[in-house]
């Protein structure tokens, strides 16, 4: 069994696309949240989501704040304009969608959130010391987090309860063991300095965990982002990865 695991997705339907395309045959999609948000297709990502196979999708903080469930003063005045944007432009079936999302799923082994266990629509887990606290917050043995676009990978030593942290490159498995929090990276707006869009294979019976990475046409959608008014800001950073 193959799952592909995306997060991220704000609103680039390129690189949703791409991504897709290149996971024909997985049997099952799990989204970790943030359909929307910077970028210029919010429709076309909540609607090509929704007809994913086996999916499981979560809600983002991005998603939570379209749907006025968390406050835009949370943002930061670029994220709020295309917050704002967003939600004038939004379906309202699309929406509705958005507000169906749920902010935690698990199973026997995974746990699913968008940020953190402990703090499912807001905290980075970003260093050791958060991911340390985070693993009292669930009790499957991984956890599976998006929320920092980052491609990391925080592994707790059982005897010393020291944790690890490791960004994934393309192409890099990992065997799964002990307890970990997992972050597939961003589909369509990674900041780890590569702009290539961002997923992982999970194989839950083998247990591994394999990044991957694939280019999309960047420039169109930097042009829609311009011809949306958007911040010119989040055309440029999708270039350069950040
Ligand atoms: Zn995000």
Redo the contacts with the bound molecule.
Sequence with gaps: MRILVI??I?ANFTALEAVIAANATVDAVWCL??LV??GPDPNECIERIQMLPNLTCLL???DAAVTDALDLEKFNHDASVSIRWTKSVLKQENLEYLRSLPERRSSSIFTLV?ASPRSPIWEYVLDPYTALLNFAYFETPFALV????LPLVFSEDDSTKQVKRVLVKSGEQVQLSGRQILNPG?V??PRDHNPQASFAILDPENLTWRIRRIEYDIPSVQSRIIAAGLPEKHAHRLAEGW
């Excluded at 998006?146 to 676009?149: D, E, I, L, P, Q």
């Design positions: 997060s991220d704000h949240g943030d948000g910077y983002g903080n991005h968008h998006g929320h920092t676009h961003s369509g707006q």
